[in-house]
Protein backbone atom coordinates (compact mmCIF):
# COMPACT_ATOMS: atom_id res chain seq x y z
CA UNK A 1 0.00 0.00 0.00
CA UNK A 2 1.23 2.85 -1.11
CA UNK A 3 1.64 6.20 1.62
CA UNK A 4 0.47 9.30 1.21
CA UNK A 5 2.54 12.04 1.81
CA UNK A 6 0.77 14.52 2.97
CA UNK A 7 1.40 17.03 6.31
CA UNK A 8 -1.40 19.45 7.67
CA UNK A 9 0.36 22.24 9.33
CA UNK A 10 -0.67 25.35 11.61
CA UNK A 11 1.47 28.76 12.58
CA UNK A 12 0.01 31.56 14.53
CA UNK A 13 2.07 34.50 15.50
CA UNK A 14 0.81 38.26 16.85
CA UNK A 15 0.33 38.82 13.08
CA UNK A 16 -0.71 35.67 11.25
CA UNK A 17 -2.47 32.60 11.20
CA UNK A 18 -1.28 30.08 8.67
CA UNK A 19 -2.98 26.66 8.26
CA UNK A 20 -1.95 24.55 5.31
CA UNK A 21 -3.28 21.03 4.45
CA UNK A 22 -0.36 19.83 1.23
CA UNK A 23 -0.86 16.55 -0.61
CA UNK A 24 2.46 15.98 -2.98
CA UNK A 25 0.45 12.62 -4.73
CA UNK A 26 -2.64 14.58 -5.24
CA UNK A 27 -4.48 15.81 -8.86
CA UNK A 28 -3.83 19.90 -8.32
CA UNK A 29 -7.27 20.47 -6.50
CA UNK A 30 -6.88 23.83 -4.22
CA UNK A 31 -8.97 25.52 -1.97
CA UNK A 32 -6.47 29.14 -1.01
CA UNK A 33 -7.93 32.18 1.23
CA UNK A 34 -5.23 34.49 2.00
CA UNK A 35 -7.15 37.70 2.12
CA UNK A 36 -4.66 38.91 -0.90
CA UNK A 37 -6.50 38.06 -3.90
CA UNK A 38 -3.78 37.96 -6.43
CA UNK A 39 -1.60 35.67 -4.09
CA UNK A 40 -4.46 33.51 -3.41
CA UNK A 41 -4.31 32.80 -7.34
CA UNK A 42 -0.69 32.52 -7.71
CA UNK A 43 -1.01 29.67 -5.28
CA UNK A 44 -4.26 28.37 -7.13
CA UNK A 45 -2.19 28.01 -10.00
CA UNK A 46 0.98 26.54 -7.69
CA UNK A 47 -1.53 24.05 -7.24
CA UNK A 48 -2.64 23.31 -10.61
CA UNK A 49 0.78 22.64 -12.19
CA UNK A 50 2.14 20.87 -9.26
CA UNK A 51 -0.52 18.65 -9.30
CA UNK A 52 -0.05 19.08 -5.21
CA UNK A 53 -3.43 19.35 -3.25
CA UNK A 54 -3.98 22.01 -1.62
CA UNK A 55 -5.68 23.76 1.59
CA UNK A 56 -4.16 27.36 2.83
CA UNK A 57 -6.37 29.41 5.09
CA UNK A 58 -4.99 32.93 6.60
CA UNK A 59 -5.49 35.55 8.64
CA UNK A 60 -3.06 38.28 8.46
CA UNK A 61 -3.02 41.82 9.29
CA UNK A 62 -3.25 43.05 5.50
CA UNK A 63 -4.42 46.40 7.01
CA UNK A 64 -0.48 46.99 7.71
CA UNK A 65 0.57 45.46 4.91
CA UNK A 66 0.59 41.97 2.85
CA UNK A 67 4.11 41.42 4.10
CA UNK A 68 3.44 39.01 7.01
CA UNK A 69 0.49 36.91 5.57
CA UNK A 70 3.23 36.41 2.33
CA UNK A 71 6.45 35.29 4.18
CA UNK A 72 4.25 33.51 6.93
CA UNK A 73 2.75 31.49 4.22
CA UNK A 74 5.83 30.77 2.87
CA UNK A 75 7.37 29.65 6.38
CA UNK A 76 4.26 26.83 6.76
CA UNK A 77 4.38 25.75 3.33
CA UNK A 78 7.79 25.02 3.17
CA UNK A 79 7.45 23.09 6.39
CA UNK A 80 4.59 21.45 5.11
CA UNK A 81 6.42 20.12 2.03
CA UNK A 82 9.51 18.94 3.94
CA UNK A 83 7.42 17.19 6.57
CA UNK A 84 5.43 15.85 3.56
CA UNK A 85 8.44 14.41 2.01
CA UNK A 86 9.58 12.59 5.07
CA UNK A 87 13.30 10.89 4.15
CA UNK A 88 12.87 11.33 0.12
CA UNK A 89 13.27 7.78 -0.62
CA UNK A 90 12.81 7.60 -4.03
CA UNK A 91 12.01 10.88 -4.65
CA UNK A 92 13.76 12.54 -7.82
CA UNK A 93 14.96 15.07 -6.44
CA UNK A 94 16.23 17.34 -8.80
CA UNK A 95 13.87 19.56 -10.64
CA UNK A 96 14.27 21.81 -13.52
CA UNK A 97 11.98 24.01 -15.49
CA UNK A 98 11.55 26.83 -18.47
CA UNK A 99 8.77 28.33 -18.08
CA UNK A 100 7.08 30.64 -20.94
CA UNK A 101 4.25 33.37 -20.28
CA UNK A 102 4.07 35.16 -23.46
CA UNK A 103 7.07 37.54 -23.17
CA UNK A 104 8.46 36.16 -20.28
CA UNK A 105 10.56 33.20 -19.83
CA UNK A 106 11.49 32.36 -16.21
CA UNK A 107 14.11 29.24 -15.41
CA UNK A 108 13.57 27.75 -12.09
CA UNK A 109 16.22 25.05 -11.03
CA UNK A 110 15.96 23.22 -7.54
CA UNK A 111 17.42 20.39 -5.66
CA UNK A 112 15.67 19.08 -2.71
CA UNK A 113 19.29 18.91 -0.98
CA UNK A 114 18.53 19.56 2.50
CA UNK A 115 20.13 22.88 2.20
CA UNK A 116 18.35 25.88 1.33
CA UNK A 117 19.88 28.25 -1.06
CA UNK A 118 17.32 31.16 -3.07
CA UNK A 119 19.22 32.58 -5.72
CA UNK A 120 17.00 35.39 -7.30
CA UNK A 121 17.52 37.25 -10.84
CA UNK A 122 14.54 39.06 -11.84
CA UNK A 123 14.25 42.87 -13.73
CA UNK A 124 14.68 45.48 -11.54
CA UNK A 125 12.10 47.60 -13.16
CA UNK A 126 8.95 46.05 -11.59
CA UNK A 127 7.52 47.43 -8.53
CA UNK A 128 3.50 47.01 -8.10
CA UNK A 129 1.52 44.14 -9.47
CA UNK A 130 -1.63 45.60 -9.16
CA UNK A 131 -2.03 45.81 -5.14
CA UNK A 132 0.45 43.18 -4.47
CA UNK A 133 4.56 44.25 -4.13
CA UNK A 134 7.08 42.83 -6.70
CA UNK A 135 9.28 42.22 -3.62
CA UNK A 136 7.12 39.99 -1.85
CA UNK A 137 7.76 37.47 -4.31
CA UNK A 138 11.57 37.36 -3.43
CA UNK A 139 10.03 37.05 0.86
CA UNK A 140 7.73 34.26 -0.72
CA UNK A 141 10.55 32.24 -2.16
CA UNK A 142 13.13 32.62 0.65
CA UNK A 143 10.98 31.88 3.29
CA UNK A 144 9.63 28.36 1.24
CA UNK A 145 13.20 27.87 0.70
CA UNK A 146 14.79 28.17 3.91
CA UNK A 147 12.06 26.30 5.51
CA UNK A 148 11.88 23.45 3.20
CA UNK A 149 15.78 23.39 2.80
CA UNK A 150 15.77 23.34 -0.66
CA UNK A 151 18.46 24.84 -3.55
CA UNK A 152 16.64 27.09 -5.61
CA UNK A 153 17.58 28.88 -8.24
CA UNK A 154 14.71 31.80 -9.86
CA UNK A 155 16.12 33.68 -13.00
CA UNK A 156 13.73 35.81 -15.88
CA UNK A 157 15.53 35.36 -18.52
CA UNK A 158 13.27 38.10 -19.72
CA UNK A 159 9.86 39.83 -19.49
CA UNK A 160 8.25 43.28 -19.13
CA UNK A 161 5.00 42.25 -17.74
CA UNK A 162 4.91 41.91 -13.58
CA UNK A 163 2.20 40.18 -14.04
CA UNK A 164 3.05 37.24 -16.27
CA UNK A 165 6.95 37.36 -14.34
CA UNK A 166 5.63 36.43 -11.02
CA UNK A 167 2.74 33.98 -13.00
CA UNK A 168 5.90 32.16 -14.33
CA UNK A 169 7.83 32.12 -11.32
CA UNK A 170 5.16 30.21 -9.54
CA UNK A 171 4.12 27.83 -12.56
CA UNK A 172 8.10 27.21 -12.91
CA UNK A 173 8.34 26.43 -9.35
CA UNK A 174 4.90 24.43 -9.43
CA UNK A 175 6.61 22.43 -12.56
CA UNK A 176 10.09 22.17 -11.00
CA UNK A 177 9.05 20.73 -7.38
CA UNK A 178 6.23 18.15 -9.49
CA UNK A 179 9.45 16.74 -10.37
CA UNK A 180 11.93 16.77 -8.27
CA UNK A 181 9.02 15.04 -5.65
CA UNK A 182 8.35 12.19 -8.18
CA UNK A 183 8.75 9.12 -6.85
CA UNK A 184 12.04 6.97 -9.31
CA UNK A 185 11.00 3.03 -8.97
CA UNK A 186 14.42 3.15 -10.39
CA UNK A 187 16.09 5.23 -7.25
CA UNK A 188 16.60 2.50 -4.30
CA UNK A 189 16.46 4.51 -0.96
CA UNK A 190 17.47 8.51 -0.65
CA UNK A 191 18.76 9.81 -3.95
CA UNK A 192 22.24 10.49 -2.56
CA UNK A 193 25.59 8.86 -2.25
CA UNK A 194 25.65 10.20 1.61
CA UNK A 195 22.49 7.95 2.64
CA UNK A 196 20.48 11.16 3.56
CA UNK A 197 18.98 14.47 2.48
Known sequence: MTTIRRACLERETAE?????DLVIDGSGTSSVQTGIPFFDH???????HS????????RGDVEVDFHHSVEDTGIVLGKALIQALGNKSGARRYGWTLLPMDETL???????????????HVPESIAIVGQFDFALVEEFLRAFSS?????????VLHG???HHIVEAIFKGLAKSLDQACQIDTRVSGVPSSKGAL
Open 16 to 20: TYVSV
Open 42 to 48: MLTLFSK
Open 51 to 58: LFDLKIKV
Open 106 to 120: ARVVLDLSGRSYLHY
Open 147 to 155: NAAITLHVD
Open 160 to 162: RNG
